[in-house]
């Protein structure tokens, strides 16, 4: 079965940085695309990244684009999303996902990711950026 661990969270200030971790097990990362999400109470689970793993294609939401990169270490079977000029708006509780690859978007960068797109979800990790 699928699983996906995330860490990295914690409390930063606003215009401080944080890099997430999404460790994948039983499954390869080079068949599948990866996506992270983040979430705060009342509000829906809204998309921030993804990327297709197999040939290293990235996504991302207008409201992180520039600010946000997604990468992953194939080797290590792990993802991450390095968060930087963080704004006390980007605080929530973030997941990584995952899925089998479903091949070229046919975006050029910019693209939200639906949660209706993954089956396999992490516990998530909390960020906190304060004022």
């Known amino acids: 079965q699928v699983r996906l661990v995330e860490s990295g969270g914690g409390s930063v200030q606003s215009g401080g940085s944080l890099r997430l971790s999404c460790a994948a097990s039983r499954f390869t990362l080079d068949y599948y695309w990866i996506g992270w999400f983040r979430q705060v109470p009342g509000k829906e689970r809204e998309g921030v990244s993804c990327m297709r793993c197999s040939d290293g294609s990235t996504y991302y939401s207008d409201f992180v684009k520039g600010r946000f990169t997604i990468s992953s270490d194939n080797a290590k079977n792990t993802v991450y999303l390095q968060m930087n000029s963080l704004k006390p708006e980007d605080t929530a509780l973030y997941y990584c996902?995952?899925?089998?690859?479903?091949?070229?978007?046919?975006?050029?960068?910019?693209?939200?990711?639906?949660?209706?797109?993954?089956?396999?979800w992490g516990q998530g990790t909390q960020v906190t950026v304060s004022s």
């Open positions: 996902a995952a899925d089998t690859d479903p091949g070229p978007l046919g975006y050029s960068g910019s693209y939200r990711p639906s949660i209706y797109e993954f089956d396999y």
